[in-house]
């Protein structure tokens, strides 16, 4: 699907505008206190014993997730994963080969013998 700049501008002009969502609340107001503003109402309760002011609650959005929408995060692979880099020291043959394996299994003999705990890769991740 063709994505076009100015649609695309578009779109993050948009989410940029939105700060957030507005949800009423009930919030209690004891009775000795006052309020005065032309666009604040009371609400009283069934019984009459509690007063409420109805007021806006703004839940903000998170602006970093809206600017990144549609976007997948790709996670970066090892490289000696799916047929990277051959990080062998002393390369012989292919990985997985007979030769290879052969090679390896000498290597890994001559380790042994000598004590040293080494590899016969030379990877540093």
Known sequence: MAKYK???????????CFLGIAVPMLVEIPDDRVIEDEDAYYVYSVDGAKRHLVTEKVLKFNRKSL?????????????????????????????????????????????????????????EG
Request: hydrophobic share 35%; no cysteine.
């Open 67 to 123: 600017s990144r929408m549609g976007k997948s995060i790709k996670s970066k692979t090892d490289p000696r994963y799916n047929g990277g880099e051959d990080t062998m020291i002393v390369k012989v043959g292919k990985p997985g080969s007979a030769e290879r394996k052969a090679a390896l299994a000498e290597q890994y003999a001559a380790i042994l013998a000598s004590g040293e705990e080494v590899s016969p890769f030379g990877w």
């Open 6 to 16: 100015i649609i695309e501008d578009a779109k993050r002009q948009v989410r940029k």
